[in-house]
């Protein structure tokens, strides 16, 4: 979501670019990935330019108060350039093809940085007076020898970076007002000294113009659908631009500047210079002119003539041999040729076709080109490397189409030096590039294969000839020092010239050699040694006249070709080329003629070794590539392998950090465990506690209940007691007061007991047992109340027992597992170790437990022994108390027995019957009180005994401080398992709340 102020491409990995966005920072991103490579800061405005070095490791960022030096590698700033606000920097770049950095500031002061040491090397003086511009736009030759700078003016400062000086101003039409971005179109033929430029003005027009003649040479665009921006490919073949109703317009610069395939009417503009300016500054104005051309064209006359060529209509017979195809004159041509020494750029490729006269046999060459590559030009990159491939494509379907053609082309090693200028000329149309090479080998290169595969000796011997007989000098310097034509003649021939000559050199030698007869090629490499005459006279080493005849020189191509008319004319007939040549002859339409002018057994020798050659190498080939790809697996495989190992590596130190992480969760987790199990223990310990206090509560309650019971007991026995120690007394005394009476009365009482005396003792007899019944069944409601209680407290108090004893095995065993588990899923290395400890604990518990139960059976044993011996203590108490029932009954008889006797003594000695019956009935109810408050004391008496001689609670009471015991040696026990578990498993290895069972 940001705006976007500058683009970089060509960085040394190629599928990355720079963007510089609204937000001041500059971003790298990846066009394969398409990710974020890295993200640079440190501009505190819009980064307006970016500019990479030649290596692709470098970049500029430029901003209007910093420029700042990156290393792409590892995407660090290297340098920062600040500047005071009031000077600005306009743009910082940096040179093509060099090591130098250029600065250029809104001041117009320009320096040079030498970018290993970023020490100024320079800086370009201040223009001269009256051409003051302030520069906006700047643009650089390839060989980083011109700069040009324009601004908001129609002029452009054209610097020499040599010199350090201003050599030039152009000036643009008036409609130029100001210059927003300028551009040169590079050529592959100028060694990057580009001679035009591309300047885009204000009204959206872009205008290229050679800035060596100032010739406008032509524009695109228009006020109607203008120019926003545009760039040239680094080819020089397109020009893309971006117009301003926001289209994409893709231009073919050669489509602008020549048009061979169409013939056309000459027009020639010669135009002066402007007029002469009297100061320094207007000395170097020149203004820019319209013209078609890249060169000026010579004239005899200073002003402007403007001539208009048309074709004869009517042409006489004898110059019906010159007519060529098109309507055009061969003679009418080299009278052009002479008078301005080239034909124009713009139909050259026309009069070439014309001159030549091409069949253009399309279904012959489709013929050749459908055979495929050639076998000998299937690795011809490697003998040739060129950067363009669709030149090399060209030149290998070419090669390949004259191999098919004749034999002889596919053993000819000099045939891509031959070929080459051509190719590069007609890429476009390859069936004119093959028939223009065809062409020239049948005409110019006649005699060549007469020797092959030695060099055309007979050729070079007719070429040694006529430099003898022209300058003998030479040649005799060049026999001195073993210098044969095969030195100085034959590279110039089998390149065709063109490693000595420039493109366009070249170009206007062939206008001449194409008008003329095919020794006249001959005479051009004659003419091109003769005029080197002077160095080639001071070389004296074979390796300076080889290097001289493979390389460029300083020599004037003109005085060559007109050097080479006047062998033409002055060559004797008897040694001269021309007789020994046959003339032109075009090809053959709709078929290509025959080329056998070769020795066929050696090519045909040479073929076939060349294929056992071949089939060798393309086995060997074939064996290395198979090595290069088990080569490349195996590198594959290795880089897998690393790439593998890498990954592992990671994934185990994520696995280790991770690991570490959970281990320090762990023992967190093992903390709070332990701080769990620590409040666990506590909690059960304050549980168990509570609870024991409970039980011991609730004994004391109940012991307090019984003594409670017992003092209540005691006190109603001793109440009874007393009240029957009481009522005792006052019987005695009503006995004693009724003795007296009875005494009194004895006589009264004997009759009426002597009457009375069976009923009463019948009535006393029923009473006596329904009491003793009574008394029985009381004793054995309590007896059975007694071992009710006695049963159920037992029974109640087994099953908690065996209850709690269960609940407490199953929570430590379940906790017991489940710790283990735990801790076995953590600690997996040590899994058998804690297999073993745990089988030791189990066994170690197991006879525990068997001890415990072997305890617990003791003291239940026990137990059980003392119930039988208090259930024998109760029977013994039941029997002394049946037995005390049994004496008192007797006593009370006893005492009856002896009341009725005394009563009946004094009835029969008194005879007063009926006070004797109401004394018996009054002694009758108090005897029967009597005997009911001592049986019922007794029976309360009975009661207090038998809770008290209870044998359960007597039991109780002694198998309590057994039983706090045994708990507390159970306790011990379990506390001393948990310790011995705590020191085997530490807390940083064992589960915090691991506990013994």
């Avoid at 290229?208 to 020089?236: H, M, Q, R, W, Y």
């Avoid at 701080?675 to 609870?691: N, S, T, W, Y």
């Avoid at 009574?774 to 029974?795: G, T």
Wanted: glycine share 4%; with cysteine; net charge neutral.
């Amino acid at each position: 979501m940001q705006a976007c102020t500058a683009l970089a491409f060509n960085l040394r990995r190629k599928t990355e670019f720079l963007v510089a966005l609204a937000d001041y920072s500059v971003k790298c991103f990846d066009t394969g990935t398409q990710e974020l490579v890295s993200w640079m800061r440190g501009h505190e405005s819009s980064v307006s330019s970016i500019s990479v070095h030649s290596s692709g490791k470098y970049a500029i960022t430029t901003s209007t108060d910093t420029a700042q030096l990156w290393d792409l590698d590892t995407f660090q700033r290297i340098r920062k350039l600040n500047v005071r606000q009031s000077v600005g920097i306009q743009k910082v770049f940096f040179l093509p093809l060099s090591n130098t950095i250029l600065s250029c500031f809104k001041d117009n002061s320009i320096f040079a940085w030498e970018f290993d040491t970023l020490h100024c090397k320079y800086q370009l003086p201040a223009p001269v007076e009256g051409s003051v511009l302030f520069y906006k736009v700047f643009a650089v030759t390839r060989d980083s020898r011109t700069l040009v700078a324009g601004g908001k003016s129609n002029h452009l400062h054209l610097w020499c970076l040599e010199l350090k000086q201003l050599i030039r101003i152009i000036q643009m039409p008036e409609k130029v007002r100001a210059v927003r971005h300028l551009e040169f179109l590079p050529d592959s033929f100028d060694g990057g000294s580009n001679q035009v430029l591309g300047v885009l003005s204000q009204d959206n027009i872009m205008r290229f113009i050679n800035i060596e003649t100032c010739k406008l040479l032509f524009d695109i665009g228009s006020p109607e659908e203008g120019i926003s921006t545009a760039v040239i490919s680094p080819n020089g073949r397109y020009i893309a631009s971006v117009m301003e109703n926001g289209s994409l317009n893709l231009y073919s610069v050669q489509a602008l500047t020549q048009e061979g395939n169409k013939p056309s009417l000459f027009m020639f503009k010669v135009v002066e210079d402007g007029p002469k300016y009297t100061s320094e500054a207007n000395k170097l104005i020149t203004k820019v002119t319209s013209g078609s051309s890249k060169g000026p064209w010579k004239s005899k006359q200073s002003k402007t003539q403007s001539r208009l060529l048309k074709l004869q209509a009517n042409t006489t017979l004898e110059n019906k041999e010159n007519e060529l195809p098109g309507g055009l004159n061969k003679k009418r041509l080299q009278a052009l040729l002479k008078g301005f020494g080239e034909y124009p750029a713009k139909y050259r490729m026309f009069v070439w076709r014309s001159l030549l006269q091409l069949p253009e046999n399309h279904l012959a060459f489709s013929s050749l080109i459908d055979r495929g590559i050639h076998s000998a030009f299937l690795n011809i990159q490697k003998q040739y490397p060129i950067k363009s491939r669709k030149l090399l494509r060209v030149l290998q379907r070419t090669l390949s189409a004259l191999a098919h053609w004749s034999a002889i082309f596919a053993e000819t090693p000099y045939l891509p030096l031959l070929a080459f200028p051509f190719v590069k000329l007609f890429q476009n149309n390859q069936l004119i590039c093959f028939e223009v090479v065809a062409t020239v080998v049948v005409n110019f290169c006649q005699h060549w294969f007469e020797y092959f595969p030695n060099p055309p000796v007979n050729v070079l011997g007719m070429m040694e000839n006529v430099l003898a007989h022209h300058d003998k000098e030479l040649l005799q310097h060049l026999i001195k020092y073993n210098v044969t034509s095969q030195v100085y003649a034959w590279p110039l021939l089998e390149t065709l010239l063109s490693e000595v000559l420039t493109r366009e050199e070249w170009l206007k030698v062939f206008d001449n050699i194409f008008s003329n007869h095919p020794s006249y090629f001959l005479m051009i490499v004659i003419a091109y040694s003769i005029c080197s005459r002077a160095p080639l006279l001071h070389c004296n080493q074979a390796a300076d006249f080889e290097y001289f005849f493979h390389h460029r020189n300083n020599v004037d191509i003109n005085v060559v070709i007109k050097e080479a008319y006047r062998l033409m004319e002055a060559t004797p007939l008897d040694i001269h080329p021309q007789h020994m040549l046959d003339d032109f002859t075009p090809l053959t339409k709709g078929q290509y003629p025959v080329f056998n002018k070769y020795p066929t057994y050696i090519v045909d020798y040479q073929a076939q070794e060349w294929q056992k050659i071949r089939q060798d190498e393309i086995e060997y080939l074939r064996e290395r590539q198979l090595a290069h790809e088990s080569e490349a697996k195996a590198q594959q495989q290795k880089a897998e392998d690393e790439a593998w190992y890498r990954k592992q590596k990671l994934l185990q130190e994520a696995e280790e950090k991770r690991r570490k992480i959970l281990l320090e969760e762990e023992e967190k987790l093992a903390e709070q465990r332990q701080r769990l199990a620590a409040g666990k223990r506590e909690l059960k310990v304050k549980e168990l506690q509570l609870l024991d206090a409970s039980r011991r509560r609730f004994r004391n309650y109940q012991q307090d209940q019984l003594q409670m019971k017992l003092k209540h007991l005691d006190d109603e026995i001793a109440r009874k007691a007393s009240l029957r120690e009481q009522e005792t007394a006052a019987a005695v005394q009503d006995i004693e007061l009724q003795w007296m009476e009875l005494e009194s009365q004895k006589q009264l009482f004997e009759q009426h007991l002597i009457k009375d005396q069976e009923a009463v003792t019948k009535e006393m007899k029923e009473d006596m047992e329904a009491h003793r019944r009574k008394v029985d069944l009381e004793d054995q409601h309590i007896q059975r109340w007694i071992e009710v209680d006695r049963e159920e407290i037992q029974k109640a108090h087994t099953v908690a027992e065996e209850n709690l004893t269960k609940a407490e095995q199953k929570h430590i065993d379940t906790n017991w597992r489940l710790q283990a588990q735990q801790r076995f899923r953590r600690d997996d290395q040590d899994r058998e170790k804690c297999y073993r400890e745990i089988v030791k604990l189990l066994h170690d518990n197991r006879v525990k437990e068997a001890e415990l139960l072997k305890a617990m059976r003791e003291t239940e044993e026990k137990k059980w022994e003392d119930v039988v011996h208090n259930k024998a203590q109760l029977e013994e108490e039941q029997k002394a108390a049946a037995a005390a029932d049994a004496h008192r009954k007797q006593l009370l008889d006893g005492k009856m027995n002896d009341a009725l006797e005394l009563a009946e003594k004094l009835q029969r000695e008194d005879g007063c019957f009926e006070q004797l019956r109401d004394l018996k009935a009054r002694c009758t109810e108090r005897g029967v009180e009597v005997q009911q408050v001592p049986k019922s004391g007794s029976i309360c008496l009975d009661d207090l005994s038998t809770l008290a001689s209870s044998p359960h609670n007597r039991r109780r009471a002694e198998l309590a401080p057994q039983e706090r015991e045994l708990m507390a040696e159970v306790w011990r026990l379990r506390q001393r398992l948990t310790s011995q578990a705590k020191s085997r498993y530490p807390p940083a290895h064992s589960p915090a709340t691991m506990q013994s069972p």
